[in-house]
């Protein structure tokens, strides 16, 4: 069982950056396979990036793709999504998940735990 809490959404302007955290609990962190997603009021809850258990492969949906990086630091149980060149379309409740021993990795039923989410709201 993995719990997971974000951290770090808030308000900014477009152009401007943010980084959002999500802390794990549980000893195996470190072979769970993490992701974000997004969810915007009346859209469907949307692919934003992932990561392998080793922190060595990386992968990003088009719209955030050279704006957002994902990394962890399996010491800390932590997963890190860094945020740049904020637009206004990427407002939302952004959510953190774990999934372990599955090949598929961008649908939200890849995943089998999810944090509370974090809302991130970009003005323009």
């Known amino acids: 069982q993995v719990q997971l809490v974000e951290s770090g959404g808030g308000l900014v302007q477009a152009g401007g950056s943010l980084r959002l955290s999500c802390a794990a609990s549980?000893?195996?962190?470190?072979?769970?396979?993490m992701g974000w997603f997004r969810q915007a009021p009346g859209k469907e809850r949307e692919f934003v990036a992932a990561?392998?258990?080793?922190?060595?492969?990386?992968y990003y949906g088009d719209s955030v793709k050279g704006r957002f990086t994902i990394f962890r630091d399996n010491t800390k149980n932590t997963v890190y999504l860094r945020m740049n060149t904020l637009k206004p379309e990427d407002t939302a409740v952004y959510y953190c998940?774990?999934?372990?021993?599955?090949?598929?990795?961008?649908?939200?039923?890849?995943?089998?735990?999810w944090g509370q989410g974090t809302q991130v709201t970009v003005s323009s």
């Open positions: 998940a774990a999934q372990r021993g599955r090949v598929r990795i961008y649908s939200r039923y890849d995943y089998d735990y």
């Open positions: 990561i392998t258990w080793g922190g060595g492969v990386t």
């Open positions: 549980g000893p195996t962190f470190s072979s769970y396979t």
